[in-house]
């Protein structure tokens, strides 16, 4: 893996300009290979097995027939290339493997070899390939540079879920024993431990209490952070990051001091500390539903009503698009509130209602922006009317901070770009592919930058966060630029001295 | 890819983090540092030889608001901070400081 200090960083240059081509320019780009253990827990092969390539096709089979969409998705393009300047991969890398049309074909000319009729008698004619082990080897490297952001699937005229053909791939590689480390260590901590991060019990307890410690000095209020308390009104699930890491542990805060001032009695489960997702991005259902199982057991047990997801892009695509399918129903829970609800509405409503009250003034010293995360833009919905996922947090930024702007329209809202780390890939082993893929959304903030002196960047999700602090700098901004929306919320927040 | 300390070859992960917790000893540090052109001070150790007393007690790596507490207690309210942390370790302190100070590296979207 090579240094950042060796890694060729991408010029700002003109905005969203596509780059000449590269040809396999990222072609030595790809994660560590998950071991044994880490695949063997999640019910995978530990290594290539002998007869991975008879597996790799029964297992492609078996997607097909089982989603019809993802059959769909492999039948239905006709390479009219309107995706190939879309992705922030190619954009930032060049690499015309990059262009999703060309990702996604690795996978599509093995399937017409194998499943189509003219792939399988005429298959140079429909560009139809066998399966080999180079095939493979491209299917590691490039489906490891797809965050599934599915921004190529909004300009598609077929709609095409680029990213379904992406987990695909990735499930078919971890079931014939090359899973990726970075995701499968993480999905077996969540099953062991209860989060991402492995954070036990007695840890966590210690990092909340040491937080109440902290809001109480620096804002003289007893705000509580509850752990495991039963019968709270309200369960709520956030990525372990929040626990852990800056600036993530600021919207924490955030969340902390909305509950506490509107009077909601919450909790945080020790045993579903983690609101990430990560079956998402491997493909795999079985470990998707059995991390969303943790939820409704945590849910059952502490007695709550309500499950409020805190900041975290593709744990609410999980939650808002799959939660019920997954680990439903959710009949035990308060019927008069979503289920699950996104942190996000919650402020919103009590902000509406009055509930709340927020001096932006408190934020005076800031000019803040906004990125929409690709997951919630793009997958979800927050609120009652549609777009409302894109409309909300900014109402709620809006409500906190008197200088707000947002980036150049064709980089936000349902076309916004990827931060460059998602879907599995904000791993130090992919950090040129991370830096490079960062270029776009570096891009319009420095348009708006230009015009409007930004000092912060709010986000609403776990991994844009991380991925902002490592990248901002290497494009000339501060790594303390990315902060949370609670962040913002929790700085204006008007708070009364009351102990709930 | 193992590392040699004091003649002896230790196991690491593909990152350089120590395949084995009970194979660390100071001198793993100062050896981990130096491929990293990197000269340990005696602040460094004060945050190495925090990570490790507090992975003692919770069997992980502190967060790095309770790592910045600790150091801003230790060394002056000034230091108490993550950009002293990042002077201190260019790769992020939660990753940098755990590697020298034998722990496993953070997981997750950090």
């Not at chain 1, 990213?163 to 499930?171: D, H, I, L, N, T």
């Not at chain 1, 901590?189 to 990092?207: C, F, M, Q, R």
């Not at chain 1, 509850?226 to 993530?248: I, R």
């Not at chain 1, 609403?460 to 990248?471: E, G, N, P, R, Y």
Request: hydrophobic content about 35%; glycine content about 8%; charged content about 25%.
């Amino acid at each position: 893996m090579p240094k950042p200090e060796d890694i060729d960083i991408p010029k700002l240059g003109d905005f969203l300009v596509t780059p000449a081509v590269s040809p396999d320019s990222m072609a030595h780009s790809q994660p560590y290979v998950a071991n044994a253990d880490h695949q063997n827990a999640l019910g995978f092969p530990g290594e290539l097995v002998d007869n991975w390539h008879d597996v790799a096709i029964a297992k492609l089979g078996e997607l097909t027939s089982k989603s019809r969409g993802l059959q769909v998705y492999l039948d239905s393009c006709v390479k009219c290339g309107a995706c190939t300047d879309k992705c922030h991969y190619f954009l930032g890398t060049g690499d015309p493997k990059n262009m999703p049309v060309a990702r996604q074909d690795l996978l599509r000319k093995v399937y017409r070899r194998y499943f189509t009729l003219p792939g399988k008698y005429f298959p140079k004619l429909v560009g139809a390939e066998d399966l080999t082990e180079e095939v493979l080897d491209e299917w590691y490297k490039y489906y490891h540079q797809c965050s599934q952001c599915r921004r190529c699937s909004v300009y598609c005229p077929y709609g095409i879920d680029t990213s379904e053909v992406s987990m695909a791939a990735r499930e078919i590689m971890a079931s014939v024993g090359k899973g990726q480390k970075y995701c499968n260590e993480i999905i077996n901590k969540v099953h062991t431990i209860g989060n991402n991060l492995g954070l036990p019990e007695p840890a966590l307890a210690d990092t909340l209490q040491g937080l109440e410690e902290d809001v109480l000095e620096d804002d003289g209020v007893a705000v509580k952070f509850p752990l495991d308390v039963k019968g709270a009104d309200v369960l709520l699930v956030t990525p372990s990051a929040d626990f852990f890491a800056e600036p993530h542990i600021d919207g924490l805060i955030g969340y902390a001091k909305v509950f506490h001032q509107a009077g909601i009695s919450w909790t945080v489960s020790s045993y579903a500390s983690e609101a990430a997702n990560f079956g998402l991005f491997i493909g795999s259902y079985d470990n998707m539903q059995k991390m969303a199982l943790r939820i409704r057991e945590a849910a059952l047990e502490l007695g709550v009503k309500r499950i409020v997801f805190g900041e975290c892009g593709h744990a609410w695509r999980v939650g808002y698009s799959f939660l019920d399918t997954l680990a439903g129903p959710f009949d035990f829970l308060d019927g008069d509130y979503p289920v699950p609800q996104h942190i996000v509405e919650v402020t919103h409503e009590l902000i509406q209602q009055k509930r709340i009250k927020l001096d932006p003034e408190a934020n005076n010293d800031k000019r803040v922006t906004f990125h929409d995360s690709c997951n919630v833009a793009r997958a979800s919905r927050m609120g009652t009317e549609s777009g409302g996922q894109l409309v909300l947090p900014r109402e709620v930024i809006k409500a906190c901070c008197n200088h707000f702007f947002d980036m150049p329209e064709n980089t936000i809202g349902e076309a916004t770009f990827c931060c460059g780390g998602g879907g599995g890939l904000l791993t130090d082993d992919l950090v040129e592919l991370r830096i490079k893929g960062a270029l776009p959304r570096m891009q319009a903030l420095k348009e708006l930058d230009d015009q409007h002196q930004i000092t912060h960047m709010a986000a609403i999700c776990a991994i844009c966060k991380s991925q902002f602090s490592k990248v901002l700098p290497y494009y000339g901004f501060q790594m303390d630029q990315v902060i949370s929306v609670h962040q913002l919320v929790g700085d204006a927040l008007v708070m009364s001295s009351g102990e709930i | 890819m193992p590392i040699e300390v004091h003649g002896k070859s230790l196991d690491t992960d593909e990152e350089g983090y120590l395949a084995n917790l009970s194979d660390w000893a100071p001198e793993v540090a100062t050896v981990m540092a130096e491929s990293d052109e990197c000269v340990l001070s005696e602040n460094h150790w004060e945050v190495i030889n925090f990570l490790r007393e507090y992975y003692q007690e919770y069997q992980i790596a502190p967060a790095v608001r309770i790592l910045t507490k600790a150091i801003g207690r230790k060394l002056g309210k000034d230091k108490g901070n993550s950009k002293y942390l990042y002077e201190l370790f260019p790769q992020g302190p939660a990753k940098q400081a755990c590697k020298y100070a034998g722990l496993p590296k953070p997981t997750g979207c950090v």
